[in-house]
Each structure stands twice: as C-alpha cells, then as structure tokens.
C-alpha cells in the first residue's frame, strides 16, 4: 500500500493520479503517465468523464492494436477527486433497534423513487435530499417499510456507448468510485459552500 501526506492540501482541493512504470504490455506492464487516474479511496469526485479516444493507454484504431502508447494527456476529459474534510460525528444518532423478525427491506433508487414524486419539491426530485424529505419517508412508513436497501448510489460513469447515443446509465452500475456519492445525486443549495 502506498500513502502520501500533503500538509498544505485544504477540503476542496481537486487531485488525480499520475503512474509511471514500464510500458511492456509484452509482460503486462501498461503504465501511462499521460492518463490521469482516480483515486480509488476518494470520497468525492467533481466533474465528469469526457469521452474521446485520448483515455485509452494504446492508440485507437492502430494496426498494433492495443501495443501501441498513447501520448495525448486525458486530464481535461477527466472527472477530478475532491480533498474533503471527513470530520463527522453521529451526535445523538441511535440504531432504531428493530427486530430482525420485524424487519421489512425495500430496495429502491434514489432517482427513480423521487423524481416523479408529486409532493416533493422540484430541486429535490432526483437526489438523496429527496429520499429525506418527509414526504419520501412517510410513504415508505405508510407502506410498513423500516429498512431502505439503495441500488447503487457510488459514482459511476455514463458508458460511452450511451453518450454517443445521448443517452445516460440510469441503474448506475459502472461505478468509478466505490467511496465517493453520485454527483448527480447530491443537490446543491444555494447556501451550500461545497464545491462539488
């Protein structure tokens, strides 16, 4: 495992990755430091990926195939990490200590559960701050739910496949960032200080 410490980086600070090594793909080295990486630990990411041939190690198309090395630096086609500030504490939160024999799951996704709902507020349709309304949860409480099980709710990427078709991946499981929430997720406020 590697770490590093920065002593000047401050919450907000936009980053990514830059590997070096050996290009042998003889020997299945592959690095490229021209491709700019997410971090895997990242707990927030700003941006979104910018699809074009310039993200790929090898040059696309190449009668080489995939032997090739790809020059071109994809970092402005590249979602970037957010430094955050993950000081958190759960107060006076409490496990609601329900049986298990008690216990009643619903899966849901955040979007599709609160976009079309009709009583809650428009900026809040389509994001975890909808899932909180008291709206949401009173339905959820009116249909005897006491667990909510979330389909993924981690970064992911819109296929390129879906882009060129103008489309986007709805059910979100291409995830980019097993720590980091789906931005499109995350409603921003206007007294919000975030900035992703």
Request: hydrophobic share 40%; charged share 20%; proline share 8%.
């Amino acid at each position: 495992m590697w770490h590093g410490y920065l002593p000047d980086v401050r919450p907000g600070t936009l980053y990514g990755y830059r590997v070096y090594g050996p290009y042998d793909p003889a020997n299945g080295h592959r690095f490229n430091h021209n491709k700019l990486l997410l971090d895997p630990y990242a707990k927030a990411l700003f941006g979104s990926v910018l699809w074009s041939d310039a993200h790929y190690g090898y040059r696309v198309g190449s009668a080489r195939g995939d032997l090739t090395f790809d020059r071109r630096d994809n970092a402005s086609q590249m979602p970037k990490c957010v430094v955050l500030d993950t000081a958190f504490t759960w107060g006076n939160d409490r496990s609601p200590g329900i049986p298990w024999m008690e216990t009643v799951f619903y899966e849901l996704h955040v979007r599709g559960y609160t976009m079309l709902h009709p009583d809650l507020p428009p900026a809040a349709r389509g994001t975890f701050g909808g899932l909180a309304t008291a709206a949401a949860i009173s339905h959820l409480v009116d249909l005897g739910i006491t667990t909510v099980e979330l389909l993924p709710v981690q970064a992911f990427v819109d296929d390129r496949v879906l882009v060129e078709r103008r489309l986007r991946n709805f059910w979100g499981y291409n995830t980019i960032g097993f720590f980091a929430p789906e931005p499109r997720y995350i409603a921003a406020t206007p007294t919000s200080s975030r900035r992703w």
